[in-house]
């Protein structure tokens, strides 16, 4: 009974991408000084900060700092 409840929590944190985590850098303009100081931020913490698909690029919410395996 052991693995297979071991085996459950295993599958359910494979599909939930756990090892990987994301938050928006902010909010505004997204102009130099701005990118600048939110990648230096998630930098700091061990992220990258990267365009979200879909977006434009002009507001700092089309961008998010991605932390963990899968960068």
Do not use: F, H, P, W
């Amino acid at each position: 009974m052991r693995g297979v409840a071991a085996l459950a929590i295993a599958a359910s944190l494979a599909v939930c991408g756990c090892a990987q985590s994301a938050y928006g850098v902010g909010e505004g303009d997204a102009n130099y000084d701005a990118l600048a100081k939110a990648t230096k931020e998630c930098k700091a913490k061990g992220g990258e900060v990267r365009l979200k698909t879909g977006y434009d690029g002009r507001d700092l919410s089309s961008y998010q700092c991605l932390m963990g395996d899968g960068r």
